[in-house]
């Protein structure tokens, strides 16, 4: 009873050591500077409410239902999205496995000897069985919060591989979205050279009569039939543009190229209204920024790890074996014998081994929070970058829809001066050349805009934010 009483004096002080202050920094997130507005917010009109930023689906804002049905397929069959949907579960499995040191482990042993001695004498030699079953336990006490800061430091960088998912979502959704503007953007552009096409047939057409007449040289219809053939060349070379962008979204969808393909549709896409939020938003928006504050609290954590090695370690082992030489016999109460007790042990001399973590630790640590303010800056500069790219093209835009209308205008003026024999062939070209160029500057132009808006809407964090992934802990 006394042996007993002992035992369990050892099992209660180990239990309230357990309880105690683990070893190492408490974490805290490292401090950065954002700012309390954008730089290039100045003259910006975002959408109203002013605090109300894109939730959920950010790609519905372009009113695009191909869109949406596209980017819903990346969430069922993208393959990189997969890759690391798994990753994030081993890391949960990770956190598991780091908790588990928490809690005794028990093994079972059952076998079974037979053995036979060497003869003496010229006896003959005996031969022997042996049965043996057992159980054996051990536990080590988390008296210094070894345990414990493992686990957190596990838990983080789930947390961390939770928002790296979220992270390559955001990326692969952006990615879809440009290239399916960017496809949308060269249909356009083909259905304006195939006009052109129409019209210079038109031109060649009036160059041609004009010459049967008399009235214009043979050089006016080269020059016409060349500025055809020239922009027939055009339009057939946005082929290999808008088969690549096909290929890229096939394979984003998770389908095989040569099995998907997207008919070309009148362009109807509009400029969005942008919500915006402040920068210091960003902190909570962004999945990688998110993953790299994770990642230093994970760091944080693996400094008590290795300043938990300078303590001694705590453990209780205990064991019961059953041993007879009959099997019928091996379970009695006769054949038991049994231990228990605790182990204290401590490592007086490694030449440095322990110091070497430390500081290797620290030096990680260090790493990381470098890593946290600098994803900060480069997730600010981004969102600067598109802000100023969306306000200086949409003034852009202004002007170049202004100079479509004037070289519209001078085309219509400079045939007519052309019909009426008063400039020269030349001219008309060098005007139909001006619009030509003209309109496809604009509709550029647009496709830039529309993807300096998901550049934007990517650079605030899409749809996601910190406040999901803290609940689904």
């Not at 356009?188 to 096409?197: A, F, G, I, M, P």
């Not at 007449?213 to 050089?219: H, L, N, P, R």
């Not at 339009?235 to 099995?259: F, M, W």
Request: with cysteine; hydrophobic share 45%.
């Amino acid at each position: 009873m006394k042996h007993r009483n002992k035992i369990s004096f050892a099992v209660t002080v180990s239990l309230a050591l357990l309880t105690g202050c683990a070893i190492g920094p408490d974490y805290k997130r490292p401090a950065v500077e954002v700012g309390t507005a954008y730089k290039e917010m100045t003259d910006w009109k975002p959408a109203e409410p002013k605090d109300e930023l894109i939730r959920g689906k950010w790609w519905e804002v372009f009113a695009d239902a191909e869109l949406n049905a596209l980017a819903a397929q990346i969430n069922v069959s993208n393959q990189s999205l997969k890759a690391a949907e798994a990753r994030y579960r081993q890391a949960v499995a990770g956190v598991q496995s780091s908790r588990s040191a928490l809690f005794p482990n028990l093994s079972a042993t059952t076998g079974a000897t037979r053995a036979r001695a060497a003869s003496r004498g010229g006896a003959t030699p005996e031969t022997t069985t042996a049965y043996n079953a057992g159980l054996n336990s051990s536990w080590e006490i988390d008296v210094w919060g070894r345990v414990r800061r493992q686990v957190e430091a596990s838990s983080a960088s789930a947390e961390a591989s939770d928002a790296d998912l979220e992270a390559v979502r955001l990326s692969l959704q952006s990615e879809l979205a440009i290239n399916y503007f960017q496809l949308r953007v060269t249909d356009e552009q083909k259905q304006l050279l195939d006009d052109t096409v129409a019209a210079y047939k038109k031109s060649l057409e009036l160059t041609n009569n004009r010459y049967n007449v008399g009235v214009a040289a043979k050089g006016d219809v080269v020059q016409a039939q060349a500025q055809l053939r020239s922009t027939e060349a055009q339009a057939l070379d946005l082929g290999v543009t808008r088969a690549q962008l096909e290929h890229a979204i096939a394979t984003l969808i998770g389908k095989a190229p040569s099995a998907f393909s997207l008919a070309p549709k009148p362009f109807t896409l509009k400029m969005p209204r942008m919500p915006l939020g402040v920068p210091s938003t960003l902190l909570e928006r962004r999945p990688d920024i998110a993953a790299a504050e994770r990642r230093v609290a994970a760091a944080n954590a693996q400094i008590g790890v290795a300043k938990a090695a300078y303590f001694p370690t705590l453990s209780l082992s205990g064991n019961v074996s059953q041993n007879s030489s009959t099997w019928s016999k091996l379970f009695s109460a006769a054949n038991r014998s049994w231990s228990l007790g605790p182990d204290l042990a401590l490592t007086l001399l490694d030449f440095g081994k322990r110091g070497a973590a430390n500081d290797s630790a620290v030096a990680a640590y260090d790493q990381t929070v470098a890593t946290y303010r600098q994803t900060v800056l480069d997730a600010l500069q981004e969102v600067e970058d598109n802000l100023a790219a969306l306000h200086i093209l949409e003034e852009e835009a202004v002007i170049q829809a202004d100079a479509v209308r004037l070289a519209r205008e001078s085309v219509l003026l400079t045939t007519n001066q052309y019909k009426a024999g008063t400039v020269s062939y030349l001219n008309v070209v060098t005007v139909q050349a001006s619009q030509l160029s003209n309109e496809r500057t604009a509709v550029s132009l647009l496709g830039r805009r529309l993807n300096a808006a998901v550049g934007l809407i990517r650079a605030l964090g899409g749809g996601w934010a910190a406040t999901e992934m803290a609940e689904q802990k």
